[in-house]
């Protein structure tokens, strides 16, 4: 394992030679990662840094207020309401690649822009150990900017953590005093939302995807998962009171893992499992049935797109 | 100090086998599997899983250098087809969790395992037919040769996934095999 307060002193000490006097960007968004990296540039940097985060519209409920607690420390924050260019950009997408494409070119229409009125030199990013094999494998892209540096020319970008394991990182920000960062939001994915819901991403959808996960990591809580939310697959019929539903269906998911790289389907009690389903049919009169997913990681992913 | 390295055959956990043999505290590094083996300065190699037996590169010759060899599910797969034993499709995937049973107790690998270990597995094809010199190790009941070892040539195969978190015992598999490297 790591030795935090040593890493923490020998990669501010780095960034702070690397940077020197010049101004840095980083695109913040909630998750440890990128936050443990703002963290460490900030004390290297100070304000020289623009940690930057863009309000997608696909946030969990809560999720930019808590942003802005966490890091009001960081004067330079800056907070992007970017909603409804992303969700017109959303608009009649369908296939899961072609969603995270829209969604990727948007960031990097977002930071080009902040990055320029920042007068960014070099950029700062999360990209963790096992996020750089997979990029050299070709698995899948990991940044949510990672086509940044082809729009715009940085004189470096600068990875402080980029020999961590997740839970390395984890320790790291623990010892930054993040740790609500760590113990208050579950891992959540850079095209949010979005990946939740099967089809077509619309505000109704939106909604029913964001109370459903809000509902099931309130219940699960407890049960202490690694990971857990709700997504909206698809329509079936309902009965509500005396009226036939043609409604969606929101699949709840649960699960352990150390690193996301295997994942158990949780044995959540039956009581929990019915709390949640009450809750979500109750709470929002469009979702007409709720099913739990029990398989694992392998054969199925955590997310669902 | 042992050095170990893992032969990336772009499978998803090469990443963990790498950390798995970190943790047990040898030198380790990832090498692309296109690496000459007269650049591999090694007393130990571990040939990772990977979705394709077209992208596996050198691994044929990397068998040859007199090494312990330890192949990983795809890794297993490539000792058993370039030497001269068999993989096809199975009958039934093996995903998540599959209880092996060890059938050679006295394996230095996957021996000390006996009788039974829990491990996570994530794979179509299988090896059906072990290669010359070699003994049937383990198995499960989705999976026939679930582990297979040629204890002369220091070469082990296993079919599951020893380096992931939700396997059971996988540390203590790694460990045996550095000992074979030392």
């Known amino acids: 394992m790591v030795d935090t307060d040593a890493f923490i002193d020998e990669a501010t000490a780095e960034i702070a030679d690397e940077i020197g006097d010049k101004n840095a960007i980083i695109a913040l968004s909630g998750g440890v990662d990128s936050s443990v990296a703002a963290a460490l540039a900030y004390r290297a940097i100070g304000d020289q840094l623009t940690p930057v985060y863009v309000d997608t519209g696909l946030m969990r409920k809560g999720e930019t207020e808590g942003i802005r607690e966490t890091f009001a420390f960081m004067d330079s924050l800056r907070i992007v309401d970017a909603k409804d260019r992303f969700l017109d950009a959303l608009s009649g997408v369908t296939d899961p690649e072609e969603k995270r494409h829209v969604i990727g070119e948007g960031f990097i229409r977002e930071f080009e822009r902040e990055a320029k009125e920042a007068d960014a030199d070099y950029l700062v990013q999360g990209t963790i150990y096992p996020d750089r094999i997979e990029s050299e494998g070709n698995i899948k892209s990991h940044h949510n900017v990672g086509g940044l540096p082809e729009v715009i020319d940085f004189e470096g970008i600068v990875e402080p953590v980029r020999d961590l394991y997740k839970d390395e990182v984890r320790e790291v920000a623990r010892a930054l005093d993040l740790e609500e960062v760590v113990s208050e939001r579950m891992p959540f994915p850079g095209p949010g939302l979005a990946v939740r819901i099967i089809g077509e991403v619309t505000e109704e959808k939106l909604d029913v995807a964001r109370e459903a996960c809000h509902v099931v990591e309130e219940e699960v809580e407890e049960h202490d998962p690694w990971q857990a939310f709700a997504a909206v697959i698809g329509k079936a019929t309902g009965v509500k009171g005396d009226n036939r539903v043609h409604g969606w269906v929101v699949s709840v998911r649960s699960v352990e893992s150390r690193d996301g790289m295997t994942a158990r389907a949780q044995d959540l009690p039956w009581e929990t499992l019915q709390r949640i389903q009450s809750r979500i049919t109750g709470e929002n009169d469009d979702v007409a049935r709720v099913v739990y997913d029990v398989t694992h990681k392998p054969p199925a992913t955590i997310e669902y797109e | ?182």
């Open chain 2, 1 to 182: 100090m042992t050095r170990i390295v893992v032969v990336d055959n772009h499978g998803q956990f090469t990443h963990l086998e790498h950390r798995a043999l970190r943790d047990a505290g040898v030198d380790t590094d990832i090498v692309d599997n296109t690496t000459p083996p007269e650049d591999l300065d090694v007393d130990g190699l571990v040939l990772s899983g990977g979705p394709d037996m077209d992208r596996i590169g050198r691994c044929a010759e990397y068998l040859e250098m007199d090494v312990p060899v330890l192949g990983i599910c795809l890794g297993m797969q490539i000792m058993a087809t370039q030497l001269d034993g068999a993989v096809d499709a199975g009958d039934y995937g093996g995903y998540a969790d599959v209880t092996v049973r060890i059938v050679d107790a006295d394996d230095p690998v996957v021996g000390s395992l006996a009788p039974e270990t829990r491990v996570w597995a994530s794979h179509a094809d299988e090896v059906v037919e072990l290669p010359t010199g070699f003994t049937h190790t383990a198995t499960s009941d989705v999976c026939d040769i679930e582990a297979m070892s040629d204890a002369d040539r220091d070469l082990y195969g296993v079919q599951w996934h020893p380096e992931v978190a939700h396997t059971e015992e996988g540390e203590e598999l790694f460990a045996n095999f550095i000992e074979r490297c030392r």
